[in-house]
């Protein structure tokens, strides 16, 4: 099995509606991240959280919010979803120990119409 | 703030080439910098990473070195293979968080 779960691996949407990304982890990371990535931008952060009670904005955070429901779930939020809110969104996680070798899932692909 | 640039691609090379794909980095201090791969349908595995000034990271035939005076952590292999087809991101690390590069896409044909 995945060590870095991803649900649902692709979704379409309308402009409007509230939709939420899950992420499971089995690794026992403290550390766990939310990118996007869109084609010619690379990966950007939305948000991360160091552990349940520590949630920090990345540098895309606006018009997303997370939760960190346990030390193995992240989920991410779109209140109300904008076509320019489609592209690839990854969860990540990381050791406290060493954060920089980070494991990430394989991706939800989301298209807002 | 901290940025790291990559060449644009795709890079197109045959079976057995040699590789080069350049990333260059802006950076306050000395940040950790590594190479991330993203096979097609996938999320991105760690390839190689270097801590500190001169250090070569390898892995899996790949190599690159931490040069701080040219502030460069270029990707070299000196035979790709069909199955390197991917894209390769160049990141850095200030402190606790990945910043990554745009991404080269590399395509190997037979």
């Known amino acids: 099995d995945a060590d870095v779960t991803q649900t649902p691996r692709n979704r379409i949407t309308k402009t409007g509606k509230r939709i939420m990304l899950e992420c499971s982890q089995t690794k026992g990371h403290d550390r766990m991240y939310w990118y996007r990535q869109d084609p010619g931008l690379g990966l950007r952060l939305i948000y991360y959280?160091?552990?349940?009670?520590?949630?920090n904005k990345g540098e895309i955070s606006d018009g997303y919010s997370v939760s960190r429901q346990a030390q193995a779930k992240f989920s991410l939020s779109l209140e109300s979803a904008i076509p320019n809110q489609t592209a690839l969104y990854f969860c990540?996680?990381?050791?406290?120990?060493?954060?920089?070798?980070?494991?990430f899932g394989p991706g939800t692909r989301l298209t807002v119409t | 703030g901290d940025s790291v640039t990559q060449m644009e691609g795709p890079v197109t090379l045959s079976e057995e080439a040699f590789l080069t794909i350049n990333c260059t980095y802006t950076a306050t201090g000395y940040p950790s910098l590594f190479w991330y791969v993203q096979y097609p349908g996938e999320g991105l595995q760690l390839l190689l990473k270097a801590t500190k000034a001169d250090d070569k990271g390898s892995n899996k035939g790949f190599e690159a070195t931490y040069r701080k005076e040219t502030t460069s952590f270029h990707l070299e292999k000196g035979s790709v293979q069909v199955s390197d087809s991917a894209v390769y991101f160049c990141?850095?690390?200030?402190?606790?968080?990945?910043?990554f590069g745009t991404g080269t896409r590399l395509q190997v044909f037979p």
């Open positions: 990540a996680t990381a050791p406290g120990g060493d954060p920089y070798e980070q494991y």
């Open positions: 959280s160091f552990d349940v009670k520590d949630i």
């Open positions: 990141a850095l690390t200030p402190w606790d968080k990945l910043i």
